[in-house]
């Protein structure tokens, strides 16, 4: 990466659906504001305008008969449009950069659910991405069936919900695995960037370790 690039701190958050990303994110972004960091939150697919447009395409349940490849195609489109509107520009200002979901997603949906493997993304990451990397990915990792237990209940939460994004949580058990089994072949594939977040704590004792690994990488950082 380029040297203005790499001043900033780029952190990603992984896992299932229902592993409690959302909540440990806000969290950690509350952490860090009050020790006086700069921060962007943003999220994947969406976050800008584009991005937004893309996201309703892929997440709503209506949506029939997308090719795998083309759902790969439109998660990169929506990842280029994010780095270059959001966050290259936050990077370059020494900002750091909370991300829900990024291409391990991709790796772990697309190459692992979809079964489209791990090649074709790792390409089109160097190729639309310039192989921009996080300097730290935390992956939540819950136990495969509550995982799937929590995703479930959430589903049905959100059956009668005016925004529709329930298309990936229709996918069966099966298609859950090979997405758990990708992630974890990603975080043994790469232990220095991938830190696995045993996700069966409660939220404080998780939002406790998480505070400690960030700690201790911005340190590094410095
Ligand atoms: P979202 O509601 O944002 O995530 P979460 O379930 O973690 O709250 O939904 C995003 C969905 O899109 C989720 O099911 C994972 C899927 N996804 C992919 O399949 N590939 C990708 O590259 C990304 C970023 C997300």
Redesign the pocket.
Known sequence: MCPAVSQGFFLTFE?????G??TQLRKLAEWLEAEGESIVLT????GTRIGDRI?AL??DSRTENLAPRA?LGL?FS??AQAIAEIIEPALAKGRIVLC????D??E???GG?RELGSKIVVDLHAAMCGGLQPDLTLLLLPDFARSLER?RRRNTRAAGHPID?NR??KEDELFYRRVFDKYCEIARREPLRVVVIDGDQSVEQIHQRIVQVVKQRLKDRA
């Open positions: 896992g299932l659906d229902g592993a990303k959302s999220r994947q697919p969406g996201r892929l997440l759902e998660m929506d990842r829900d979901r990024y291409t997603s991709t772990a949906y697309q659910g995703a994004e990936f949580e």
